[in-house]
């Protein structure tokens, strides 16, 4: 065989790679209940954790960490990742990382729906019409200019070692502030765990 059909074969080999390489990037994942076929039907979610908020450009202010529990529906429609949380729980008041300053956070606007993805190649659930309301306590103690903040918006999670368990650290979150304030990003922190179910 000439070098020039060796080499117009190697091209063709490093092509065929990259198209077939976002072909598997772009595979959603699917819910699993501890075995190796996709669940069928809808399955119940109790999903646990610690949910902390931060303002993007907002000097480092954090609100949270505040315990959580979600209650929900997985499914798998279509070979993806679907389901809702129908409704959750929040610490009555949690800390923030200034002294003095602690925050009432209630979540609103149930059901929120989910959607599997991928993130930079990794499996993940895109959390959307999440709303939460913020009530500051503390007065000049906290760092925001009014004492009640709503952001609303959309949440993206990865799963990270335990496929049970969904990241909120690697990837900056849809979520914006309402009037009276401006347009501003919200991201959320933090990790929340399922009981039973996996994702992957």
Do not use: R
């Not at 200034?98 to 009432?104: A, D, L, P, S």
């Not at 993940?124 to 609303?152: D, K, R």
């Not at 969904?166 to 900056?172: G, I, R, V, Y």
Request: hydrophobic content about 40%; overall charge negative; aromatic content about 6%.
């Amino acid at each position: 065989m000439t070098f020039k059909k060796i080499m117009l074969l190697a091209s063709m080999a490093v092509a065929a790679v990259a198209f077939a390489a976002p072909a598997a990037q772009a595979m959603a994942p699917q819910w699993y209940h501890g075995g190796a076929n996709p669940i069928t039907g809808t399955q119940a979610l109790h999903i646990t954790g610690n949910l902390s908020n931060t303002v993007i450009g907002g000097g480092g202010f954090i609100t949270g960490p505040c315990e959580v529990t979600f209650e929900g529906t997985a499914s798998n429609v279509n070979g993806m990742a679907s389901g809702s949380i129908t409704g959750g729980t929040i610490s009555p008041e949690c800390e923030t990382n200034v002294e003095g300053c602690t925050v009432i956070t209630t979540l609103q606007a149930f059901p929120w729906s989910l959607t599997g993805v991928t993130v930079t190649d990794t499996t993940g659930v895109e959390i959307s019409g999440v709303q939460f309301e913020y009530h500051y306590i503390g007065g000049a103690a906290c760092p925001v200019p009014v004492s009640t903040i709503m952001a609303t918006g959309t949440t993206t999670t990865t799963v990270e070692a335990n496929p049970k368990c969904l990241s909120f650290e690697n990837h900056t979150d849809a979520m914006v502030t309402h009037a009276p304030l401006p347009t501003i990003t919200v991201d959320t922190l933090g990790t929340i765990c399922d009981t039973t179910l996996e994702l992957k």
